[in-house]
């Protein structure tokens, strides 16, 4: 499907993502909405950097990679994503990168388990290694309509370890929200044993919930 993808933009000028006018991947208007920048928000005893305000625009990117699989979204996430770790980190050298897992359903209906195909690609550009040891215990329910606390109660356990971690270790994922699931993976990394140093870098960050 990614090389029918690829002819497409061969033979046919791209569109926007945000807007899908013809211009290249992003047009000058919505670029407005995909500034990159840093914010950082702490969640207690973990601290997490965004590249990006979740706007509309950034909202249709994230669907459009996530979605969709659509490969100049993926770049524009990983681009992101790449540039946070960069201004946030000053030794690379005992840096693992750990994905956010998805759920087995929506791992088979997008085709690829998504933050961890962004993270290896990351991993790659960077050579920066990832360590994919986090998997979801299956326990959650659907987040929709609850409040901050309620999602915090929800994803509870819904984390556990599938290998070990050791060094350095940045949890990656797309958007934070309410911030219940990076802590929640930062629970289940910390759950083994030994307290691993743990900080987390998403491409988006939305306006948090009440
Ligand atoms: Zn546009």
């Known amino acids: 499907m990614r090389t029918m993808q690829e002819i497409a933009q061969l033979v046919f ?6 807007c899908h006018k013809l211009s290249s991947i992003i ?3 919505c670029i407005e909405q995909w500034r990159v920048s840093e914010f950082k928000v702490k969640y207690s005893e973990l601290t997490v950097h965004s590249a990006i305000l979740y706007t509309p625009v ?3 990117i994230i669907l459009a990679a996530k979605e969709n699989g659509i490969a100049n979204a993926d770049k524009l996430l990983i681009q992101a994503i790449t540039g946070q770790i960069q ?3 000053h030794n690379l050298q ?4 750990v994905p956010i897992p998805s759920s087995k359903r929506s791992s088979r209906s997008r085709g690829r388990s998504f933050m961890v195909d962004i993270v290896q690609q990351i991993s790659y550009l960077m050579g920066i ?3 994919d040891c986090l998997e979801l215990t299956g326990k959650t329910t659907d987040q929709t309509g609850l409040n901050r606390q309620q999602r915090l109660e929800n994803m509870k356990g819904s984390m556990s370890m599938k290998a070990v971690a050791r060094g350095e270790l940045i949890l990656i994922d797309d958007v ?3 911030g219940a699931t990076l802590k929640e993976a930062a629970r289940a990394l910390n759950s083994q044993g030994f307290y691993a140093q743990i900080s987390a870098i998403t491409a988006c960050v939305a306006q948090p919930l009440r």
Do not use: D, F, Q
């Open 13 to 18: 000028p791209e569109r926007c993502l945000g």
């Open 27 to 29: 047009c000058t208007n």
């Open 58 to 60: 950034a909202a249709k």
């Open 87 to 89: 201004s946030t980190t």
């Open 94 to 97: 005992n840096i693992r990168l």
């Open 129 to 131: 290694p990832m360590l």
């Open 176 to 178: 934070i929200t309410t």
